[in-house]
């Protein structure tokens, strides 16, 4: 469901959860950054993303400016109430603090996100190739501490299979850990494959345990979409979006 310029994640949690990815429009970037861009690091001038951040906080009703982090493909997972607003390295984040909104930015690779309905955490991962074959997925189910059986997991926009071409590389990276991965892959021209992200990661976290009843997609494609979404892969330089979530105050 989309509204208000956020595609509001479809997954069975209670009334006090909010998730959601946003939308490119609305901001006040412009040219290649239009306009919603919520990315200090790609070029955009940086009193407009500063404008665009608190454009989304009013915009989408956020108890509080979210926790950003500065993404590098890895797997560091780190609790939102001690990331602050400093962007430090790392590529998820975990929290059971209400109030607290937490955003992983992409533009084309897979966002995550978690809720432990026993425990009330809710979790944000960034998930392209290199950090979904290197676990970050897995290491923040495990942060969580939670009954993997019990966490609900949803699949934001992203790059779909038909327009994310890899080489023979990536496609070993998976199934070298994983023969089962290869569904994941469709021969494109020799030496290179068509690449599902969410097929990756519904195997990756069913492997952490998560039942796959509980792990709600979208079914969006960053890279098809221009009106509506960023893509590194279509654009180059380009703006992010960003996969939010959080829970009412107490």
Partial sequence: MTEAG????????????????TLRQGGV???????????????DDRDLVLENRSIAVRKFALPA???????????????????GQGAPEGDALVTCKRGLPLAIMTADCLPVLFFDPASGTIAAAHAGWRGLAAGVLEKTVAAMASDPGEIRAWLGPR?????????????????????????????????????????LAVRR???????????????????????????????????????LIWLDPA
């Fill in 6 to 21: 956020l595609i509001r994640a479809g997954w069975d949690v209670p009334p006090f959860v909010h998730a959601g990815y």
């Fill in 205 to 243: 976290l069913s492997g952490a345990g998560l039942r796959q009843e509980n792990i709600g997609d979208c079914g969006l494609c960053t890279y098809s979409d221009p009106s509506r979404f960023f893509s590194y892969r279509r654009d180059g330089r380009t703006g992010r979006g960003a996969a």
């Fill in 65 to 83: 400016d979210p926790v950003y982090v500065t993404q590098v493909h890895g797997t560091d997972v780190l609790w939102g109430e001690d990331a």
């Fill in 159 to 199: 790059i779909g299979r038909s327009a994310f071409e890899v080489g023979d590389e990536v496609r070993s990276a998976f199934i070298s850990a994983d023969s089962g991965a290869a569904d994941a892959f469709r021969p494109s021209r020799p030496g290179h494959f068509l690449c599902s992200l969410a097929v």
């Fill in 29 to 43: 970037s412009a040219g290649c950054y239009g306009s919603l861009n919520l990315a200090l690091h790609v070029g």
